[in-house]
T-cell receptor, first 114, second 110 residues
Framework: DSGVTQTPKHLITATGQRVTLRCSPR?????VYWYQQSLDQGLQFLIQ???????AKGNILERFSAQQFPDLHSELNLSSLELGDSALYFC?????????????FGQGTRLTVV | KNEVEQSPQNLTAQEGEFITINCSYS?????LHWLQQHPGGGIVSLFM???GKKKHGRLIATINIQEKHSSLHITASHPRDSAVYIC????????????FGTGTRLQVFP
């Protein structure tokens, strides 16, 4: 158990809908990272938050947004969903950022858009 | 061209065999991670290294910074080692970022 909790584990929704994925980092970790893993693209970095502030942005679509709350949990919001958004979404947390920082991954949320 | 390349893409082995998975990268890095992803989907961090060699049980990871290359070795492989092994690097130009290889799918048969 990595200590990172993601909910829900599975989500099935229709095109055009909006969903929210939740991540609780390990106790004491200030950084939260979101990744998308689709069959044809492998793991892609979406966005990072550190202590409530957005720190780095990757290949995140404008239809997607995230935030980190004062209790350090994070939510990834996906809107106007398309079939191609079907993927595994992972959250990871780490104590800080940069060199020497280990990352601990959640079990992922499997999103299926039908 | 991907910044992180892994080989082979797929690997099958008999139980007990010695296994090597390779990772080459084209950017300067501050660290390299080896990750394991089981069929259920969860990702486990195996190693984080920036130089030399690390060992944990039957797993050994090495890195050669000058050659921009890392290897993951599994000694005395076992069916429970069947998983996807992913190499990921933290580039020096943005140490918050992880760039992932496409993974090596390993199947170990009894």
């Amino acid at each position: 158990d990595s200590g990172v909790t993601q909910t829900p584990k599975h989500l099935i929704t229709a095109t055009g809908q909006r969903v929210t994925l939740r991540c609780s980092p390990r106790s004491g970790d200030l950084s939260v990272y979101w990744y998308q893993q689709s069959l044809d693209q492998g793991l892609q970095f979406l966005i990072q938050y550190y202590n409530g502030e957005e720190r780095a942005k990757g290949n995140i679509l404008e239809r997607f947004s995230a935030q980190q709350f004062p209790d350090l949990h994070s939510e990834l919001n996906l809107s106007s969903l398309e079939l191609g958004d079907s993927a595994l979404y992972f959250c990871a947390s780490s104590p800080g950022w940069g060199t020497w920082t280990e990352a601990f991954f959640g079990q992922g949320t499997r999103l299926t858009v039908v | 061209k991907n910044e992180v390349e892994q080989s082979p893409q797929n690997l099958t082995a008999q139980e007990g065999e010695f296994i090597t998975i390779n990772c080459s990268y084209s950017v300067g890095i501050s660290a390299l991670h080896w990750l394991q992803q089981h069929p259920g989907g969860g990702i486990v961090s195996l190693f984080m290294l920036s130089s030399g060699k690390k060992k944990h049980g039957r797993l050994i990871a090495t890195i050669n910074i000058q050659e921009k290359h890392s290897s993951l070795h599994i000694t005395a492989s076992h069916p429970r080692d069947s998983a996807v092994y992913i190499c990921a690097v933290r580039p020096s130009y943005n140490t918050d970022k992880l760039i992932f290889g496409t993974g090596t799918r390993l199947q170990v048969f009894p």
